[in-house]
Every structure is written in C-alpha cells, then in structure tokens.
C-alpha cells in the first residue's frame, strides 16, 4: 500500500524567508509524484509532476526536487500569496489506472 | 481549453436523504475521478471512471455510486446520507494512456449534512 508522508503540518515564513517542505513515500514502482496548491474550500491546483530520482521542475519562485524515498518542495523568497496547503500524491504501477495516494499536505503562511 | 467544472457549489442536506453531485472534465480527457476531503485532510479516493465504467475504487461503501457520460462528465450519487459523509468533494479529470495520469482538480462541492 502506498504510503505519503508530509512534513511539517504547518508552517508560518516572514515575506522572503526561503523554505522547504518534505514529503516522504512509500510505494512500489513509482509512476509520478504530484505537487499540487490547495487554497482554503477550493480544489487543488496541479503544480509540478516528477517521474524519477534526480529530477527537478521549477515554476516561479516554486522548485521540486525528487529522490527516491523523498521529493522536497524549495519556496524561495515567499510572498504573502503562497500561502496556501501545498499536497503531495504519488502514484503507482499496475492496473493502468495510477490513481494517486495523497498526503495531509502542509499549512504554508506567509506573514507580510 | 475548458476545466473541470462542477455543480452545485454548496448543498446542504439532512440525514437519510440522497445527493447527487456533477462534474464536467476537462476537453480532452477521458477519465473521472471523485474525491472526499475532510477538513484538514488530504483527498481520499472513492472511484474512478474510464470509458463509461469503474476502473477502481477506494474503501467507501456501496452507497457511494457513480456513473460517466458517453461526454466524459460524471455523476457523484450519496445514498442514506450521514452526518460524516460533510466534506468537501472534488472531481478530477485525466487523459489516460500517458506515461502518467495528472489530474486536474475542479472547484469541488462542499457538502454539509445535518
């Protein structure tokens, strides 16, 4: 069974206080790991997927890195506007359906 | 390029009744997924659609059904509703066949039972 781990729950930053959030999996054969933003009563927003150990995506002030037990989510220099719950979600082989196993996400504020 | 879409926004039922929810997927994809959150959790599976049929489930019980549409949007029914099926649900939408399926979370549906 797949399993996905999100470290911290929560996390307050100053405005330009860089950052990490981690992520831990389990799971046999992974197919992609997905990074999603979920802002409060809203459906999550789909960041970055990685498919292997070694990869990484950017996108703003956004960075994802992979290993093959953690994939790591770099914030550099927040703003107020990242604050939001960052999830996590692996998915794995067999079946062809790769119906992905979420994480607790974590709480990201970002003070002014 | 149109997103996922779903109705209604809010519901608001009392236990024992029934409730359905809707999605339309995203242009281009052909498969449906449904997801129950509960307020400071992640997304918990409950099914998958692929070409008109269930292609997986989650561990949710019978009264939870679904159906797709030969235009890929999909149907969430709820039967004998109970006061923890209150959450938030979401509806993704995938293109299978890729070396992986991303999905694209809707708006979702907070639904309140009392």
């Known amino acids: 069974e797949d399993q996905v781990t999100q470290s911290p729950e929560a996390l307050r930053l100053q405005e330009g206080e860089s950052s990490s959030l981690n992520c831990s999996y389990t799971?046999?054969?992974?197919?992609?790991l997905f990074w999603y933003r979920q802002d409060p009563g809203k459906g999550p927003e789909f960041l970055f997927t990685?498919?292997?150990a070694g990869e990484e995506k950017e996108k703003e002030r956004l960075k994802a890195t992979l290993t093959k037990k953690e994939s790591f989510l770099h914030i550099t220099a927040p703003k107020p506007e990242d604050s939001a719950t960052y999830l996590c979600?692996?998915?794995?082989?067999?079946?062809?359906?790769?119906?992905?196993?979420f994480g607790r996400g974590t709480s990201l504020i970002v003070h002014p | 390029e149109t997103g996922v879409t779903q109705s209604p926004t809010h519901l608001i039922k009392t236990r024992g009744q029934q409730v359905t929810l809707r999605c339309s997927s995203q242009?281009?994809?052909?498969?449906v997924s449904w997801y129950q959150q509960a307020l400071g959790q992640g997304p918990q599976f409950i099914f998958q659609?692929?070409?008109?049929?269930?292609?997986g489930r989650g561990n949710f019980p019978p009264r939870f059904s679904g159906l797709q549409f030969p235009n890929y949007s999909s149907e969430l029914n709820v039967n004998a509703l109970e006061l923890d099926d209150s959450a938030l649900y979401l509806c993704?939408?995938?293109?299978?066949?890729?070396?992986?399926?991303?999905?694209?979370f809707g708006p979702g549906t907070r639904l309140t039972v009392l």
């Open positions: 799971v046999s054969g992974l197919r992609g």
């Open positions: 659609y692929y070409r008109e049929e269930e292609n």
């Open positions: 979600a692996v998915s794995s082989g067999g079946g062809g359906s790769y119906i992905p196993t």
């Open positions: 242009s281009g994809h052909n498969t």
């Open positions: 993704a939408s995938s293109l299978a066949g890729g070396r992986v399926d991303t999905q694209y």
């Open positions: 990685l498919y292997s």
